[in-house]
């Protein structure tokens, strides 16, 4: 098994390719985007694969990765089977620039401006991929190549899918409007269900889920990841056929990581760091974790709803993106709608001066005084 087991069969396809090359055989390699265009970057006949992707941007926008919305339609659908910004896609979350690395998908140097994608995209009849420009700023210079190839498809190869989603999520537990992480503020509380999870995926017909990229930005120095992943596959109820223990434990680490591990199927691309190796600033900030389940596909016959808690029993507020990957039969259900480039905007950076006021308003609070934390020194 594995990703290379198929390497070397040989068969009857061709290759073949669709890029911003300079038309005229010049070295003008790349394409135009007008704020509210939409750029086909590839339109197929037949039956084939996309086996490659590769884009680099350049724009002065700073949000050029969140406006920018990639689609791709199979087999004549209407509504697309991939909707997302392109910069989430391929893993750089809140329109940013990192160096980012698994077997799927890459953001490579220089800084991360090289965005790479290898996912297999079969389709039977037909297929497009476009980019629409959503921001207000022109994207003066869109590289691209989509490597292809033309062969037969099997009635067994799924239609591949990508769906964004966001949400600044709300403590919703047993505990009513309270931050009650670790239980700071009282006992634990409990929840048999997944109603409140934030969502990464609902499908309808037969597929596998292959993975998603999580980009979750927490507003406090107290850990994210209590909460459980699960998976209802084909409508059934709570505690589910898969169901986890933990944020770090569903992306394959442990212990409340705060560090930059990229492995093939797994790890964190971006991690906010300990100040000077101190838990001071503990969790707070910008985390991205990825888990590809390529060896261990999560298998539907008829749906899936695949959801994660916000904290422990989704007590906690926080900015979450997800794009999920997975593959399925043809129709597909219309994603919901997907929020506009302004509900995009990512939430403001928490830093010191934040921290400095939460902690002015707690000593005023507590009476002012020499106040350490918890403890008044008289």
């Not at 990765?65 to 979350?93: A, C, K, T």
């Not at 009282?186 to 017909?205: H, I, M, S």
């Not at 707070?284 to 899936?304: A, I, M, N, W």
Request: aromatic fraction near 14%; charged fraction near 20%.
């Amino acid at each position: 098994m594995g990703p290379l087991r198929d390497l070397a069969r040989l068969t009857d396809g061709r290759s073949r390719r669709i890029s911003s090359f300079d038309r005229t055989g010049g070295n003008r390699d790349h394409v135009q985007i007008e704020p509210g265009d939409t750029l086909v970057l590839a339109e197929m006949e037949g039956s084939g694969a996309v086996t490659h992707i590769w884009i680099t941007i350049s724009s002065n926008d700073p949000l050029v990765r969140r406006n920018l919305v990639l689609r791709m339609y199979w087999d004549g659908q209407e509504h697309p089977s991939v909707e997302s910004p392109i910069g989430d896609f391929f893993g750089q979350g809140w329109g940013m620039k990192y160096n980012f690395s698994s077997m799927p998908l890459a953001a490579a140097p220089r800084d991360g401006n090289a965005l790479v994608c290898y996912f297999p995209m079969p389709y039977g009849k037909g297929a497009r991929v476009t980019v629409e420009n959503q921001g207000e700023e022109p994207v003066g210079a869109f590289y691209y190549y989509v490597d292809y190839e033309e062969r037969p498809v099997s009635e067994d190869e799924g239609r591949f899918h990508a769906w964004y989603n966001q949400e600044v999520t709300k403590p919703e537990s047993a505990s009513g409007d309270v931050e009650n992480e670790w239980a700071v503020f009282g006992e634990t509380p409990k929840n048999p269900t997944d109603v409140n999870n934030f969502l990464f995926c609902e499908a309808a017909g037969k597929g596998h889920f292959v993975g998603v990229n999580y980009y979750v930005n927490c507003p406090s120095p107290i850990w994210y990841g209590e909460g459980d992943d699960m998976f209802s596959i084909d409508g059934e109820t709570w505690p589910f056929s898969l169901h986890g223990t933990g944020t770090e434990d569903y992306f394959n680490q442990s212990w409340s990581p705060d560090e930059h591990f990229l492995h093939p199927y797994f790890g964190t691309a971006r991690a906010p760091g300990r100040l000077n190796d101190s838990p001071l600033f503990g969790w707070l900030g910008r985390t991205h974790c990825y888990r590809f389940h390529l060896e261990d596909p999560v298998r539907f016959q008829k749906s899936l709803r695949a959801s994660i808690e916000h904290g422990h029993a989704n007590c906690l507020t926080l900015e979450i993106a997800s794009v999920a990957y997975w593959y399925q039969t043809l129709p597909s259900t219309p994603f919901p709608a997907l929020p506009s480039a302004e509900a995009r905007k990512p939430m403001p950076e928490v830093g010191p001066v934040d921290v400095h006021c939460w902690r002015e308003r707690w000593r005023q609070a507590m009476g002012g005084g020499l106040r350490f934390g918890n403890v008044e020194r008289k």
